[in-house]
C-alpha cells in the first residue's frame, strides 16, 4: 500500500482477473510504518498510563499519513474519510483503553490490526 502508481498495477491486475471471470482475493498491508508506530505506541503505553499526549500526537499522525493516500489515490473521497475517520476514532478509543489500564491481550491484537484494516477499507475504495 506504498506508492499510488503500485495500488493502480494491482487494481489493474484484480480487474483483469474479474474480467476473466475469476473471483481474486486480494491481501494489503498497512501503509508503510503504521504497524511499527502502533507497536511503538502500544510500548509506550504499557510504560506509563497516563499518556494523552502520545496518544493524541499518534492518532494525528496517522490521520495524515490516510489522509494524504487518499488525496494521492482516490477521486471520491469523501465517503472513504468518513469511513477512515470512524475507524481512527475507535483506534483512538482502544488506545485510551490500553492508556487507562495498561496491557490487555485482546485490546492490543485489535490495536494491532487497524493498520492492515484502515489499509483494507482504502484498497476497496
Known sequence: MGKP???R???KQ???QYQKGQKPVVVVSALKG???ELE???ER??????ANGIVKLFVKDISEKHEDWITDCIDEEESIRK???EQIEQLAQDLAVVARFGELAEVSDRVLSYGEKLSSFLFAE
Not at 45 to 50: F, N, P, S, V
Open 45 to 50: 503505553l504499557y510504560q506509563k498510563r497516563k
Open 83 to 85: 469511513v477512515i475517520n
Open 14 to 16: 484484480v480487474k483483469s
Open 34 to 36: 503504521v504497524t511499527d
Open 40 to 42: 511503538l505506541v502500544l
Open 9 to 11: 498495477l494491482a487494481l
Open 5 to 7: 502508481e503500485l495500488i
